[in-house]
């Protein structure tokens, strides 16, 4: 019984290894989390919503 244990164990630990690595070379790939965006010129609007919270837009 205690040497399905260890394979278990074992195989957790590979799926460990595969799942950390593959989380490392996504990030390297991506860019190190650096966002790009384009500056917008105009706020942004969603319906009638601003893009900015009504408290800033009151000291305006």
């Known amino acids: 019984m ?3 244990i260890v394979v278990v164990l074992v195989l957790l630990a590979a799926i460990a290894v595969l799942a950390i690595a593959g989380t490392v070379l996504a990030v390297l790939r991506d860019g ?4 790009r965006s384009e500056p917008t010129e ?3 609007t969603a319906g009638h919503l601003p893009s900015e919270p009504y408290a800033v837009m009151r000291f305006k």
Do not use: T, Y
């Open 42 to 44: 105009e706020p942004w």
């Open 32 to 35: 190190r989390g650096e966002v």
């Open 2 to 4: 205690s040497g399905s």
